[in-house]
């Protein structure tokens, strides 16, 4: 035979609440070590995608927040400040577009920290270029809060050299998006 414990409150020694629920079944925790914020995910919005320079490092615009939990990521710099130190797992996903057919060779995925590299995949595709892809990419960061910020870049390798797009509006809706949440450590 089990037993059942009741409680509406859970509280360390100083009094202060760890989790507490509503008695419906819903949990709040409120130990601000125990949250994975702050956090944001943001895509790529408008019509007609990032216009951008062949095989030039470019910053992408992500500026239309699903969420920010903590008011922690511009819309204006596309940069990701968490003002909280920490471990944090940043991610993100661009649907790059050549100019035409048979001309896309290679894509690049960037994420940058305080302005310098700190992760970068490609996608390859000089023997058979295409005309589309999305490449994605993540990485843990340690983050000291207070001033480190992450941006996401990318760059398009097109053999016309003409008519990049970092897309936004198509069939795959945010795909070019980029997100980030801290971790429990």
Avoid: C, W
């Avoid at 914020?37 to 019509?47: D, H, I, K, N, V």
């Avoid at 920010?68 to 790059?96: C, E, H, M, W």
């Avoid at 843990?140 to 870049?153: Q, R, T």
């Amino acid at each position: 035979m089990g037993s059942i414990i009741k409680v509406n409150e859970y509280k360390d020694f100083n009094n202060n609440d760890i989790l507490t629920s509503d008695g419906s079944g819903n949990v709040t925790i409120n130990a601000a070590a125990m949250k994975n914020t702050p956090a944001f995910e943001a895509y790529l919005g408008g019509s007609g995608g990032q216009a951008i320079s062949d095989n030039t490092v470019t910053l992408v615009e992500a500026n239309t927040e699903v969420y920010d939990t903590d008011s922690a990521y511009n819309t204006s710099t596309y940069r990701f400040t968490p003002q909280t130190a920490g471990k944090y797992l940043v991610y993100g996903s661009i649907q790059n577009e050549s100019g035409s057919n048979s001309e896309l060779a290679e894509t690049f995925l960037y994420f940058k920290l305080n302005g310098s590299n700190i992760f970068e995949t490609q996608n390859d595709y000089s023997a058979n270029p295409g005309r589309s892809d999305i490449i994605n990419g993540r990485i843990i960061v340690d983050m000291n809060g207070s001033s480190d910020y992450v941006e996401l870049y990318g760059r398009i390798n097109d053999d016309g050299g003409s008519g990049q797009l970092f897309e936004s509006d198509s069939q795959f809706k945010r795909a070019t998006h980029f997100g980030a949440y801290k971790i429990i450590t």
